[in-house]
């Protein structure tokens, strides 16, 4: 069985984490295999947007504990230099809109990987946990950069040194993550939120996502030098020709993504 489910549909790639049995736990092959994928997905200029979920009832429960301590296992100094430090860059870097659709439990590493997308919504069966403190470990793979960020650093310590289980609905209140759904719609709310983040400017999305990403970085008179830089790309796109006609004509946009 492989352990990450892929397919190419509509301009969507959908990416599924796929061993189930131990709720999509990441050992290496699946690190290396979910690498792999995002490089196709950057390259492949068909593909508009990313969408990332979990097979069976878990999103990720982070690392494969049983690989960390099996003596023909990676070892512990190669587990976040080989397989979540590059997965981090790859979401961050990559010029497409990456929607994480959460559809169970996200822990550890799992959780990680999640709020690094451009876009998380999640079943409201799902939650997030910092699982690291309960093994003595301190958050990884983006965690201390991204929490803090989106919650606050007070809720972002208590959530990680406490470990406690943040539901989707309490995810979705504080600003971890963007929205939550019933149960009984989200596979197709998932798939919604793809086709629309499919169908936008898609260049605009990547100018967008490096701006955010050089924000975390930079005082206001750098980003907006940045925002100057990127927004004269923007500007020179088919998809801006296309919104400015499409405003005027008063009809919908028919973004191609060039
Ligand atoms: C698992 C796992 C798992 C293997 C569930 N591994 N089998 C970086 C640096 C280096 C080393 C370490 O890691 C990292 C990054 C990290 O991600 S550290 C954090 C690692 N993750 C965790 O500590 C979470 C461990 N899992 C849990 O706490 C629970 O399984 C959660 C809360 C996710 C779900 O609880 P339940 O709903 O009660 O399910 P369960 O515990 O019964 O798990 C279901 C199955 O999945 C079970 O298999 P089994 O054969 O007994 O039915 C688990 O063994 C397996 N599984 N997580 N990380």
Request: overall charge neutral; charged content about 20%; aromatic content about 8%.
């Amino acid at each position: 069985m492989t352990s990450i489910l892929f397919e190419i549909k509509n301009s969507i790639a959908f990416i599924t984490l796929n061993r189930p049995e131990k709720y999509n736990a990441f050992n290496r092959e699946m690190a290396l295999d979910l690498q792999e994928k995002l490089d196709q997905c950057e390259k492949n200029i068909a593909v508009r947007c990313v969408s990332i979920t979990g097979a069976g009832k878990a999103f990720s429960a982070g690392q494969d504990l049983a690989e960390v301590i099996d003596p023909n296992g990676p070892g512990m100094e190669k587990i976040l230099s080989q397989h979540y430090n590059p997965i981090i860059k790859k979401i961050r870097d990559l010029s497409k809109p990456v929607l994480a659709a959460i559809n169970g439990v996200a822990a550890g590493a799992g959780a990680n990987i999640a709020l690094s997308c451009d876009v998380v919504i999640a079943s409201e069966n799902a939650s997030f946990i910092q699982a690291f403190s309960k093994i003595g470990l301190i958050p990884d793979s983006g965690g201390t950069f991204f929490l803090p960020r989106l919650v606050g650093l007070q809720k972002a310590s208590a959530i990680m040194m406490l470990g406690d289980k943040i539901s989707a609905a309490e995810a979705e209140r504080i600003g971890m993550i963007y929205k939550f759904f019933p149960a009984t719609t989200f596979v197709s709310e998932a798939e919604k939120m793809a086709v629309i983040l499919s169908q936008l400017p898609t260049r605009a999305l990547a100018f967008t996502k490096e701006a955010l990403n050089k924000s975390f970085q930079q005082n206001l008179v750098q980003q907006l030098q940045t925002e100057d830089t990127l927004q004269q790309r923007a500007a020179a796109t088919n998809d801006f020709k296309e919104g400015v006609a499409a405003f005027i004509e008063k009809r919908k946009a028919e973004f191609k993504g060039d």
